[in-house]
Each structure stands twice: as C-alpha cells, then as structure tokens.
C-alpha cells in the first residue's frame, strides 16, 4: 500500500545517514520499484564519504559501465583528509586521556579550558579539530568513532552552535550503531537542551536557514527533527513506546506535532495501541486517558492527516462502529506491517486491537452475541470463546459479567455511575492544565516585558 507509506514525507526530517535504514527496508518490502529505490541510495549515497558503498550501488544501476574516475579521486582526497584532520585531534586526545588530566577536569567547561591551556597548551581550535574529525568520521560511516570524539568534543567545547550540532551527531551514531540506552539518554540530553534555549539546526545535514532569523521557528524546526529522530528510538528500546506516550503527548511536542508534523499521529496511536497494557497485565488507567487524548487530536488533525490506523481509532471511540473498525483494522495491519518501524510490532498491534474492539464492544451492550462477536474479531466460535473469557478476566468486566453457554451470549449488569464520579472524570486533570496555561501566560508576559523598549528619560534643563 504504497499510498499510506511515509519514508518520502519522513526522509527530509532525518540526517542523510539515517535515511540508508529507511531505502534498505523500502527494497526488501517491495513497496516500490526495486530500481528506484537503487537510485535513491546511490543518489544519496554518492554526497557522502562512503566511496566503496557508492560505487557498489553504481555496479548495481549500471552492471555495464565503467565506475567514474571521480570515486577515486574521491577516495584519495577522503583518505589525505582523514590523515591530516586525525593528526589534529591527536594531540588534543593525547591530552585528554590521560587519567591525570581526566580526574582534574571539573563541572565547569571555562576552568577546564583553562587548566588544559595553561599546563598543556590546548587551544580553542585544537578542541575544535575534535569535532571535524568526528564529522567526517562521521561521513564515511565509522559511526562508534565519530561517537566517541563528539562526546570528548561537547565535554569540553563551549561553542554553543557545535555543543548542540555535536548532540545531534551523538544521537545518530547511537542510532545507527544500535545502542538504544546510550540513544535514550543522548535522546532525553539533547530535547532538554532544545526545549532550554534556541538552538540552531542539525549541522549534520544539509537543511536551509531561513528559519535563523526567528528563534521561535527555529526552536519549532528542532522539535520536528527530533520527534522524527526519537522514532528510531522509542520504537528499538525495550520500554520506547510508554516513553514516547510520555514525550509525545506533552503539551509542547503535541502543539508540534499539530503545527508541522501531523502524520506521526500514527505512530503516537500506535503506541498508544500497544501500551494497552501494563507490566502487570491490567489495562493502565494513564494509557486509557491517553487514547482518549489521542482520538480528541485524530478528529481535530483529521483535516489534513488520516490513515487506517487513526481512522480506526476514530470509527471505534468516535463513531461506534464496529464495522467500519473492523475494516479499517484489516488495512491497519498491512499499513504497520509494512512501516519501517511498526513492522515488528503487528502481531502485538491486531492483539492489542481486538481487545479494544471487544472492551468497546462489552461497554455499549448488555447482551452480547459470542458467535457475532467472534466474526467480528474474525476469529472461529471457538476462539472467540476463548477471547471472551480472558478479556473478561482482564478486564474490570468480572464482577458484572456471566455467560450463558447454553444461549451462547453473554450478560453484562452493570450498576448505574453516581454523578458525582461522572464530574470527577470529566474535570480530570483540569487543574493542572489551568496551572501549565498560567505558566505559560507569565512566561509569555515576562518575554514580552524584557523585549519593549525601555522609555526615554527627557533631564529638566
């Protein structure tokens, strides 16, 4: 279902070297033509210092042609280049890995800076050297060490630009070398440090300043790449989907999502559909509200971004039905099944599903049909038997439901809700969500206090 794929709208949010990934997965699903896609990564490919893996690719597009002459100038001059920038940072490396010297480093980057001058004549370029090596490491591919001299980099730079374009590289080389811990924490680092000031774009790819001039675009751009970074992430760490519910549906990344990026509502459903369930095996009270908050989103969003996996949210909590639902969820699997990352997870995703439908199901009605409610679920008699009893044993459903093998339905009794817990679930959350607004207002008012011109004073003559 190539019209529901995302790698074209993902792609310009993700660092060049995060887009291999993305076109290795495209040709082994067949979505698209096997051909373009070989064009794509040799088009991207060929920018970088990845000279080997670029003329490979060209072998491939064109088994009959000769390789450019270009790839091997190319070559010299990566390999004369790596030589005189890894010449520049030894020295600094040397310095720093002493013990000696690393046990007297402190907190503070200035009296590092000066103890490093003064005893061993480490200058501000030298550290600098640091971070081009690792870049162009970086470049040809050796990603544990592009890691290693970025992190030396940002301990000691002071240069606020490269310090965040060297959270950026960090966080890329975690990804790319599959250490999701040491990616969750570079991950949660960097989004500090963006939501803390105005930081400039990733310097690690190729993207267009005109967003320099106004800090606030400029901060609303950084929260964008990084929501599309973070997917790498929350979608490889063993407990990345509870923190992606966490991160994404905080007001500032849900307001961004809505500005800039509405299509990684499918990956926040998803997520929400997966976390149905708690490390105790009951359904979490804080993913339930969740999926309400998402659905609220889903129909405002519904505008400009729909896809199987949001409309069967909304044909489940909104409209109530549970045919449309159950439609929606068969284009759903091939739609996860098919992601580059929601692949993994689609078994997990139709389980998680069903059991939504099934709960949903339970709530409207107080007499339930097993054999319909099986074809549903497209499950046999039999199974949805099964289905039923362990829904209702997981579920708050226990105390008020009995099944009746005989007429083969199921009877739900349930007592009626006093209104005063109606008022408390409606008004849930309510006063945190006034005192965030009003945090707000003030930081708003004191901004715009320090930005008006101070007036002029006129001295009597």
């Known amino acids: 279902m190539a019209e529901y794929d995302l790698t074209k709208t993902i792609i310009p949010y993700c660092d060049r070297h995060l887009v291999f990934p993305l076109l290795a997965h495209l040709s082994e699903s067949e979505i698209f033509p096997v051909e373009q896609v070989q064009t794509a990564q040799y088009e991207l490919a060929k920018e970088t210092n990845m000279v080997d893996y670029a003329v490979s690719l060209f072998q491939q597009l064109h088994p009959d042609e000769e390789v450019p002459a270009e790839f091997a100038d190319k070559r010299e001059k990566a390999v004369s280049t790596n030589e005189r920038l890894q010449q520049e940072a030894q020295a600094v490396l040397d310095v720093i890995e002493n013990p000696e010297v690393a046990q007297s480093l402190r907190q503070d980057k200035n009296q590092n ?3 490093l001058r003064d ?4 200058t501000l370029d030298q550290i ?26 940002r301990i000691l730079s002071t240069d606020p630009d490269l310090t965040i374009s060297a959270h950026w590289g960090k966080l890329a080389c975690d990804i790319l070398t599959g250490k999701w811990e040491v990616a969750l924490e570079e991950l949660n680092s960097l989004r500090e440090a963006i939501d803390s000031r105005t930081p ?5 790819s190729s993207t267009p300043s005109s967003s320099a001039a106004d800090p606030a675009l400029a901060q ?19 407990q990345g989907r509870t923190l992606l519910l966490e991160t994404f549906l905080s007001p500032t990344y849900l307001n961004t999502i809505q500005t800039s990026c509405p299509w990684i509502l499918r990956y926040l459903a998803t997520a929400a559909v997966l976390s149905r369930k708690s490390a105790s095996g009951a359904l ?8 309400r908050e998402i659905v609220k989103v889903i129909q405002m969003e519904e505008y400009q971004y729909q896809d199987p996996v949001t409309q069967f949210l909304k044909e489940l909590y909104v409209e109530f039905d549970f045919e449309a639902a159950q439609k929606e969820l068969g284009k759903a699997e091939t739609v996860v099944a098919n992601d580059f990352f929601l692949g993994d997870f689609r078994d997990d995703f139709m389980d998680n599903a069903r059991y939504l439908i099934s709960e949903a199901y339970c709530r409207i009605h107080q007499r339930i049909d097993i054999g319909d409610l099986s074809e549903r679920l497209n499950l046999s008699r039999d199974e949805g038997e099964k289905w039923i009893v362990n829904l209702i ?19 739900i009794h349930r007592p009626p809700q006093p209104i005063y817990q109606t008022v408390i679930e409606k008004t849930r959350g309510l006063a945190f969500r006034t005192q965030a607004l009003g945090a707000a207002m003030s930081r708003t008012q004191q901004l715009a206090g320090q930005e008006a011109p101070q007036p002029s004073v006129v001295e009597a003559q």
């Open 393 to 411: 044993r997981e579920t708050r459903m226990g105390a008020d439901a009995k099944i009746d093998l005989e007429k083969n339905v199921i009877e």
């Open 200 to 204: 400039s774009m990733p310097q690690f």
């Open 284 to 291: 979490s009270s804080r993913v339930r509200h969740s999926i």
């Open 119 to 122: 005893h061993y004549n480490v």
């Open 128 to 153: 600098t050297a640091l971070y081009n090596f690792g870049k162009f490491q970086y470049s040809y591919g050796n990603y544990s060490g592009a890691a290693d001299y970025l992190y030396h980099f």
């Open 220 to 238: 609303l751009h950084s929260r964008t790449w990084l929501l599309h970074w973070s997917l790498f992430v929350y979608f490889n760490h063993p």
């Open 113 to 115: 800076l000066q103890f």
